[in-house]
T-cell receptor, first 115, second 115 residues
Framework: EADIYQTPRYLVIGTGKKITLECSQT?????MYWYQQDPGMELHLIHYSYGVNSTEKGDLSSESTVSRIRTEHFPLTLESARPSHTSQYLCASSPHRTGGREKLFFGSGTQLSVL | AQKITQTQPGMFVQEKEAVTLDCTYD???????LFWYKQPSSGEMIFLIYQGSYDEQNATEGRYSLNFQKARKSANLVISASQLGDSAMYFC????????????FGAGTTVTVRA
C-alpha cells in the first residue's frame, strides 16, 4: 500500500562522515516527517515538513538537517556523524486533508550505525 | 509530560486467543485522534486502526478493535483470535487538534504469540 521509499536500508559509517538519508514518496503527499527510534523504544519526531520549502524541527532535538525542494523528496543530512547518532530513522508522509483522520504512511526505515 | 503511556512492555498470548493492549493518553484538546501501529521485526510501521475523539462508536478493523473510554482517556487495542503473524511491537499514537498532523508515540508493547 505504501509508496514511500527510504535508502539505504542499512548504513555503517565512521565517525565524522557526512551522510544523507534519502526518502521519497510517490503519493503526492504534502506532509512528510522524520522519526528517530532506538531499538525497542518509542518513535521521536525530529523533523517535519508541510510542503515545499517548509521545514520544522520536531519534539526531539537533533543535529541533523532536512530540506524539501520537491514535494516527493525529503532527505535528512548529518554533517558529521557520531556514535550517538546510531539509531533507526523512519520517514513518513500524510496527505493534506482537514479533520485529523489521516494516517501516516511509513517507509521501511534506515538503520544507521556510526562506529 | 508523557502524552501517550503504554504500561505493558511485553505480553505473551496463546494462538487463537484475544489480547488487550493498554494505552492511556494526556491532552487538553477536545479534538484529537488516536492511532495504533504494528511494527514487525522487519521494522516497517503498519497502520492498524484509528479513533477520533468525536467518534461515537468504537473503531473496528477486522480482528482489531479499539476500546475507547474518553472519560478515562484510554484507547486500548483488542486483537481477537491471535495469529503467529501478530507477533510484533504495537504502538499507540495521538494527534492533537484537527489541524496538527504530527503524531506522538508511546513506548510500545511487544506481543509474542505462542502456538
Amino acid at each position: 500500500e505504501a509508496d514511500i521509499y527510504q535508502t539505504p536500508r542499512y548504513l555503517v559509517i565512521g565517525t565524522g562522515k557526512k551522510i544523507t538519508l534519502e526518502c521519497s514518496q510517490t503519493m503526492g503527499h504534502d506532509k512528510m516527517y522524520w522519526y528517530q527510534q532506538d531499538p525497542g523504544m518509542e518513535l521521536h519526531l525530529i523533523h517535519y515538513s508541510y510542503g515545499v520549502n517548509s521545514t520544522e524541527k520536531g519534539d526531539l532535538s537533533s543535529e541533523s538537517t532536512v530540506s524539501r525542494i520537491r514535494t516527493e523528496h525529503f532527505p535528512l543530512t548529518l554533517e558529521s556523524a557520531r556514535p550517538s547518532h546510531t539509531s533507526q530513522y523512519l520517514c513518513a508522509s500524510s496527505p493534506h486533508r482537514t479533520g485529523g483522520r489521516e494516517k501516516l504512511f511509513f517507509g521501511s526505515g534506515t538503520q544507521l550505525s556510526v562506529l | 509530560a508523557q502524552k501517550i503511556t503504554q504500561t505493558q512492555p511485553g505480553m505473551f498470548v496463546q494462538e487463537k486467543e484475544a489480547v488487550t493492549l493498554d494505552c492511556t493518553y494526556d491532552t487538553s484538546d477536545q479534538s484529537y485522534g488516536l492511532f495504533w501501529y504494528k511494527q514487525p521485526s522487519s521494522g516497517e510501521m503498519i497502520f492498524l486502526i484509528y479513533q477520533g475523539s468525536y467518534d461515537e462508536q468504537n473503531a473496528t478493523e477486522g480482528r482489531y478493535s479499539l476500546n475507547f473510554q474518553k472519560a478515562r482517556k484510554s484507547a486500548n487495542l483488542v486483537i481477537s483470535a491471535s495469529q503467529l503473524g501478530d507477533s510484533a511491537m504495537y504502538f499507540c499514537a495521538m494527534r492533537e487538534g484537527s489541524n496538527d498532523y504530527k503524531l506522538s508515540f508511546g513506548a510500545g508493547t511487544t506481543v509474542t504469540v505462542r502456538a
